[in-house]
C-alpha cells in the first residue's frame, strides 16, 4: 500500500490543505470502518470479547510498583489500554453518527 492510503498517519495533520470533497470522503471512510466496530462488538460475542478485554486492561491499573521494570510494564500496559479505548472510541463515533441521522 502507498502512504497515501486513507489510514496512514501521513495524512492525518493535513487535512485542512483537503478539499472539502476530500474531507467528506475521509470521514465517510473513517464513519465506515467505525460502523464495522460497532456491528463486531454490538453482537453478543462480541460484547463478552469486549468485557473481556476490558477485564484485562482498562479495568486494572497499568502501572504497580512491585514490577520488576515497573517503568517498561506500565507503558506496555498503556499500550494495551490504548486499543481497547480505540475500539471502544470507534463504537461510539458510529452510535453517535447514528443518532445525527
Known amino acids: 500500500m502507498s ?3 486513507p489510514f496512514f ?3 492525518v495533520d493535513d487535512q485542512e490543505d483537503l478539499s472539502s470533497q ?3 470522503i475521509n470521514r465517510q471512510n473513517q464513519l465506515a470502518i467505525s460502523n ?3 456491528k463486531c ?3 453478543a460475542a462480541g460484547k463478552a470479547v469486549l468485557a473481556k478485554l476490558e477485564s484485562m486492561t482498562i479495568k486494572i491499573p497499568s502501572w504497580t510498583p512491585e ?3 515497573p517503568l517498561e510494564f506500565g507503558l506496555m500496559r498503556e499500550g494495551q489500554n490504548s486499543l481497547v479505548w480505540h ?3 470507534r463504537i461510539e463515533e458510529s452510535l453517535n453518527a447514528q ?3
Open 36 to 38: 464495522q466496530f460497532a
Open 22 to 24: 476530500q474531507q467528506l
Open 9 to 11: 498517519w501521513s495524512g
Open 3 to 5: 502512504d497515501n492510503h
Open 67 to 69: 514490577h520488576q521494570n
Open 87 to 89: 475500539i471502544k472510541e
Open 99 to 101: 443518532k445525527e441521522i
Open 41 to 43: 462488538f454490538n453482537t
